[in-house]
């Protein structure tokens, strides 16, 4: 087990502006791991690459940016920076329930690492340790922004609405110490204090070149927004990850596109990955008007999700779903996913905890898997036990 008490005091200890309200953050981690057989992570790695894979594909693109916002035809260059895909556990392989664009907890998850490190069995490991999984991230970040502008940044901006109210909070200024480490200026910025004019996008202290997007606005719709909007249409600003990204692989809807090998083998995806797809995801369809009556029938069989949804927000499971619930999805885009259930995690006094696992990637490989553990109907951050926990392997052959 993980003292999760002795963590927090030393990575306060190593990072003095990191700040939790204990409160508020009494299971931001676990004290448990998840021990997942590396053969099982390897083949999420694989997945993983075959979602950049796809992405790139022409006739992929085409077919989801039909349901997309108008902003996501703007091709700003990168792929989009580090992706979360969020996978259960079943006797039959890991299963892909969804792909994140603004994926929060990774410096967080790497801070469990050398914890666990500590603790753990003789015969088991993490994947990689805080530092390398660190300095990964922050590299697959600032090369997407050097795919996009041509250049590394020089100051950059984590924005997000009332920064300090988010929950994730911690994450940032984690994320603006190991910005600076890396030669970047770094503030944390509410999009209020950002302005678009004749000298680019500024905050009050000057010019911002770069901006790590953690907002859950995908298409920079809000009034609020606007500024960032421009900035980044104008080419002024890199945007990471922008709503391209977001068009391409978080929006729901496309793990019907993606889970389909005929359609992608129409477009041209190696056979090999369209079937590795085919077999990771849950059929999935959307629900339209044709396909209620009988997807109300079957809904103890699906999990049902708003298709631009984030963080379990309206998603429902089917044998939880009242009639009145459903009726009134009826006025929001929805995606039915066929069930799979998480696997458990029996802990300390026989607790069982549920358990998904995700895997932060970008176009150079896998930079950490880490898991989250909860009790209810969607991952909640508040299950006792539970939060965010480090993932244990077995280990390589040479180590």
């Not at 996978?87 to 603004?102: A, K, M, Q, S, W």
């Not at 209620?292 to 089917?318: H, I, T, V």
């Amino acid at each position: 087990m993980v003292d999760i008490l002795r963590l927090h005091e030393s990575i306060r200890g190593a990072f003095p502006e990191f700040t939790t309200d204990p409160a508020v953050h009494a299971h931001l981690f676990s004290p448990y791991a998840l021990f997942v057989d590396r053969p099982a992570l390897e083949a999420m790695g694989r997945v993983a690459a075959a979602v950049f894979d796809v992405a790139g594909n022409p006739g992929y693109s085409q077919r989801v940016l039909q349901w997309a916002p108008d902003i996501a035809t703007h091709d700003p260059g990168s792929a989009g920076g580090v992706l979360g895909l969020d996978f259960h556990l079943t006797v039959d392989g890991p299963r892909l329930i969804e792909v994140n664009t603004n994926p929060g907890g990774l410096l967080l998850n790497a801070l469990l690492l050398d914890a666990v490190r500590s603790c753990a069995p003789p015969a088991w490991a993490t994947w990689t340790n805080a530092a390398q999984a660190r300095d990964a991230a922050v590299t697959a970040w600032m090369e997407d922004a050097r795919q996009q502008s041509g250049r590394t940044p020089s100051r950059l901006a984590i924005v997000d609405s009332t920064p300090r109210a988010q929950f994730l909070y911690p994450e940032f200024e984690l994320y603006a110490n190991a910005f600076r480490d890396h030669g970047v200026d770094c503030v944390i910025s509410a999009p209020e204090d950002l302005s678009f004019g004749s000298d680019g996008l500024e905050d009050a202290h000057g010019r911002i070149d770069t901006v790590y997007n953690r907002l859950t606005d995908f298409p920079l719709e809000d009034a609020s927004h606007a500024d960032i909007r421009e900035a980044y249409l104008a080419g002024d600003v890199a945007l990471m990850p922008h709503p391209r990204a977001h068009a391409l692989f978080a929006d729901k809807r496309n793990l019907a596109v993606l889970g389909d090998p005929a359609l992608l083998g129409g477009f041209g995806v190696d056979a090999g990955s369209a079937a590795l797809l085919a077999q990771v995801i849950p059929p999935t369809v959307e629900v339209v008007p044709g396909n209620r009556d009988a997807l109300w029938a079957a809904r103890n069989g699906y999990f049902f999700k708003p298709a631009a949804g984030f963080g379990s927000r309206g998603s429902y499971r089917g044998d939880k779903l009242t009639r009145r619930t459903w009726e009134s999805m009826a006025s929001a885009t929805y995606i039915a996913q066929a069930f799979a259930p998480p696997s458990m995690r029996i802990v300390h006094g026989g607790q069982s905890l549920k358990a998904d696992v995700r895997c932060f990637a970008s176009e150079a490989g896998v930079l950490l898997f880490a898991a989250r553990l909860y009790q209810g109907q969607t991952t909640n951050m508040r299950t006792p036990g539970g939060g965010f926990a480090a993932v244990l392997t077995s280990s390589r052959i040479e180590e």
